[in-house]
């Protein structure tokens, strides 16, 4: 009877244990970013330098669109563009290293021209 009872706790401490000693990591922000016909919604974000973000791009439309910041991903492997199927998404995750104001927008024909541009600011912190 002894026997059981002391298995009984070791089982029960096991779970416990265990669940403490596997670390979480930290969650990212995420800023959700809606890819409509000629809008990015919202079209000013704002981050902050050393800091990691995640962009999720919804596209909205049945179109395709993309997200562009050539300056921003200056150096990074995405060579400046997220191609965004229509009605698809995409999760993009950084952390800006260099304050400043940023320039994006749709690079598919004329779609900068009507009206499918932003601005992220990266602030120093």
Sequence with gaps: MMRWAL?????????????????????????????????????RIQLRDGTPVRLHLVNDSSGSHNFSASELFAGAPLQ????VAGNGSADLELTPHTPGTYQFDCTHFLHHMFGMHGTIVVLAR
């Design 80 to 83: 400046g563009q997220i191609d």
């Design 7 to 43: 298995s009984g706790l070791a089982s029960a401490l096991l779970p416990f244990s265990a669940t403490a000693q596997t670390p979480k990591a930290p969650a990212i922000p995420t800023i959700i970013i809606h890819l409509t016909n000629f809008a990015f919604v919202p079209d």
